[in-house]
Protein backbone atom coordinates (compact mmCIF):
# COMPACT_ATOMS: atom_id res chain seq x y z
CA UNK A 1 0.00 0.00 0.00
CA UNK A 2 1.11 3.69 -0.90
CA UNK A 3 0.44 7.07 -1.91
CA UNK A 4 1.70 8.41 -5.41
CA UNK A 5 3.95 11.26 -4.55
CA UNK A 6 4.89 12.43 -8.13
CA UNK A 7 2.35 13.65 -10.89
CA UNK A 8 2.09 10.04 -13.62
CA UNK A 9 4.79 9.95 -16.15
CA UNK A 10 2.17 9.28 -18.97
CA UNK A 11 3.94 8.14 -22.26
CA UNK A 12 2.31 6.24 -25.72
CA UNK A 13 3.34 2.76 -24.37
CA UNK A 14 3.71 2.65 -20.42
CA UNK A 15 2.87 4.92 -17.48
CA UNK A 16 5.28 5.12 -14.69
CA UNK A 17 4.14 5.79 -11.24
CA UNK A 18 6.51 6.81 -8.16
CA UNK A 19 4.67 5.79 -5.38
CA UNK A 20 5.44 6.24 -1.27
CA UNK A 21 5.10 2.81 0.15
CA UNK A 22 3.69 2.32 3.51
CA UNK A 23 2.25 -0.99 4.25
CA UNK A 24 3.79 -4.65 2.63
CA UNK A 25 2.24 -7.76 2.84
CA UNK A 26 3.38 -11.28 2.23
CA UNK A 27 2.54 -14.81 2.57
CA UNK A 28 5.23 -14.49 5.30
CA UNK A 29 4.87 -10.74 6.57
CA UNK A 30 2.82 -7.93 7.53
CA UNK A 31 4.96 -4.94 7.96
CA UNK A 32 4.82 -0.81 8.39
CA UNK A 33 7.88 0.34 5.84
CA UNK A 34 8.33 3.28 3.79
CA UNK A 35 10.32 3.65 0.53
CA UNK A 36 9.69 4.74 -2.56
CA UNK A 37 8.73 2.31 -5.87
CA UNK A 38 8.88 3.04 -9.27
CA UNK A 39 5.91 1.19 -10.87
CA UNK A 40 5.39 0.67 -14.92
CA UNK A 41 1.75 -0.01 -16.20
CA UNK A 42 -0.59 0.79 -18.96
CA UNK A 43 -0.19 3.75 -20.91
CA UNK A 44 -4.17 4.08 -19.61
CA UNK A 45 -4.70 4.36 -16.26
CA UNK A 46 -7.44 6.02 -13.28
CA UNK A 47 -4.65 7.43 -11.15
CA UNK A 48 -3.51 10.71 -9.92
CA UNK A 49 -1.13 12.53 -7.37
CA UNK A 50 -2.30 12.01 -4.07
CA UNK A 51 -3.84 9.08 -4.76
CA UNK A 52 -3.78 5.51 -1.71
CA UNK A 53 -3.28 2.24 -3.74
CA UNK A 54 -2.81 -1.22 -3.34
CA UNK A 55 -0.02 -2.53 -5.38
CA UNK A 56 -0.13 -6.05 -5.75
CA UNK A 57 3.30 -7.84 -7.73
CA UNK A 58 6.59 -8.77 -7.88
CA UNK A 59 9.15 -6.41 -6.41
CA UNK A 60 12.41 -5.84 -8.29
CA UNK A 61 15.91 -4.24 -7.78
CA UNK A 62 16.55 -1.81 -10.52
CA UNK A 63 19.52 -3.17 -13.14
CA UNK A 64 22.36 -1.41 -14.96
CA UNK A 65 23.04 -1.17 -18.56
CA UNK A 66 26.71 -1.72 -20.14
CA UNK A 67 25.72 1.78 -21.28
CA UNK A 68 23.51 3.40 -18.30
CA UNK A 69 23.91 3.32 -14.98
CA UNK A 70 19.88 2.74 -14.04
CA UNK A 71 20.19 1.82 -10.47
CA UNK A 72 22.14 5.72 -9.59
CA UNK A 73 19.70 7.34 -12.06
CA UNK A 74 16.99 6.62 -9.76
CA UNK A 75 18.90 6.43 -6.49
CA UNK A 76 19.10 10.17 -6.85
CA UNK A 77 15.50 10.52 -6.37
CA UNK A 78 15.67 7.65 -3.47
CA UNK A 79 13.99 4.67 -5.64
CA UNK A 80 15.66 1.70 -4.86
CA UNK A 81 12.53 -0.60 -6.03
CA UNK A 82 10.70 -1.44 -9.20
CA UNK A 83 7.78 -3.27 -10.06
CA UNK A 84 6.37 -3.61 -13.30
CA UNK A 85 2.84 -4.52 -14.73
CA UNK A 86 1.32 -4.81 -11.27
CA UNK A 87 -2.37 -5.12 -10.30
CA UNK A 88 -3.75 -1.75 -8.89
CA UNK A 89 -6.43 -0.69 -6.59
CA UNK A 90 -7.11 2.80 -5.42
CA UNK A 91 -7.95 3.39 -1.79
CA UNK A 92 -8.47 7.16 -1.86
CA UNK A 93 -7.65 10.41 -3.68
CA UNK A 94 -6.30 13.50 -1.80
CA UNK A 95 -3.37 11.88 0.22
CA UNK A 96 -0.78 14.48 -1.08
CA UNK A 97 0.48 17.63 -0.09
CA UNK A 98 -2.34 20.30 -1.39
CA UNK A 99 -0.23 22.78 -2.73
CA UNK A 100 1.63 20.55 -4.72
CA UNK A 101 -2.10 19.22 -6.01
CA UNK A 102 -2.64 22.24 -6.81
CA UNK A 103 0.33 23.55 -8.69
CA UNK A 104 0.35 20.28 -10.96
CA UNK A 105 -3.54 20.80 -11.24
CA UNK A 106 -2.56 23.83 -12.97
CA UNK A 107 0.63 22.83 -14.74
CA UNK A 108 -1.86 20.12 -15.95
CA UNK A 109 -4.62 23.14 -17.76
CA UNK A 110 -1.78 24.79 -18.71
CA UNK A 111 -0.38 21.67 -20.69
CA UNK A 112 -3.90 21.11 -21.86
CA UNK A 113 -4.58 25.10 -22.99
CA UNK A 114 -1.58 24.90 -25.20
CA UNK A 115 -2.40 21.61 -26.74
CA UNK A 116 -5.74 23.56 -27.78
CA UNK A 117 -4.44 26.66 -28.68
CA UNK A 118 -1.16 25.64 -30.63
CA UNK A 119 -1.11 23.11 -33.45
CA UNK A 120 1.89 20.23 -32.84
CA UNK A 121 5.25 20.42 -32.81
CA UNK A 122 4.43 24.13 -31.12
CA UNK A 123 2.36 22.84 -28.25
CA UNK A 124 4.84 20.78 -27.04
CA UNK A 125 7.68 22.82 -27.49
CA UNK A 126 5.89 25.00 -25.53
CA UNK A 127 4.93 23.03 -22.91
CA UNK A 128 8.92 22.22 -22.42
CA UNK A 129 10.16 25.54 -22.60
CA UNK A 130 7.35 27.18 -20.14
CA UNK A 131 6.34 23.87 -18.25
CA UNK A 132 9.68 21.56 -18.33
CA UNK A 133 7.65 18.70 -19.86
CA UNK A 134 8.97 16.73 -22.42
CA UNK A 135 6.80 13.72 -22.85
CA UNK A 136 4.96 14.51 -25.25
CA UNK A 137 7.74 16.32 -27.10
CA UNK A 138 8.13 14.51 -30.88
CA UNK A 139 11.66 12.61 -30.99
CA UNK A 140 12.84 14.66 -33.76
CA UNK A 141 12.72 17.78 -32.13
CA UNK A 142 14.20 16.33 -28.83
CA UNK A 143 16.80 15.19 -30.87
CA UNK A 144 16.92 18.59 -32.40
CA UNK A 145 17.83 19.97 -29.26
CA UNK A 146 20.49 17.45 -27.96
CA UNK A 147 22.44 17.87 -31.20
CA UNK A 148 22.83 21.33 -30.91
CA UNK A 149 23.66 21.32 -26.86
CA UNK A 150 20.07 23.38 -26.14
CA UNK A 151 18.30 20.73 -24.94
CA UNK A 152 18.65 22.91 -20.83
CA UNK A 153 15.81 25.23 -22.18
CA UNK A 154 13.23 22.95 -21.77
CA UNK A 155 14.15 22.30 -17.64
CA UNK A 156 12.47 24.71 -15.59
CA UNK A 157 14.49 28.14 -14.34
CA UNK A 158 14.01 31.23 -13.16
CA UNK A 159 13.01 32.10 -16.26
CA UNK A 160 10.75 29.92 -17.17
CA UNK A 161 8.61 30.41 -14.02
CA UNK A 162 8.95 34.25 -14.98
CA UNK A 163 7.18 33.91 -18.38
CA UNK A 164 5.12 31.29 -16.59
CA UNK A 165 3.50 33.90 -14.06
CA UNK A 166 3.32 36.59 -16.89
CA UNK A 167 1.24 34.55 -18.99
Known amino acids: TGIITDPPDKRATKTQLVVEASHLQTSTENKDIHGKILITTSPIIPFDYGDQIVIKGKLLTPKDSPTFAYKSYLAKDDIYTLMETPS ?16 YSLRDRMEHSMEQLYPEPSASLLSGLLLGLRKTMPKEITANLQTTGTIHIIAISGFNITILISF
Not at 88 to 103: H, V
Request: proline share 6%; no cysteine.
Open 88 to 103: LEKISEGKGNPLYAIL
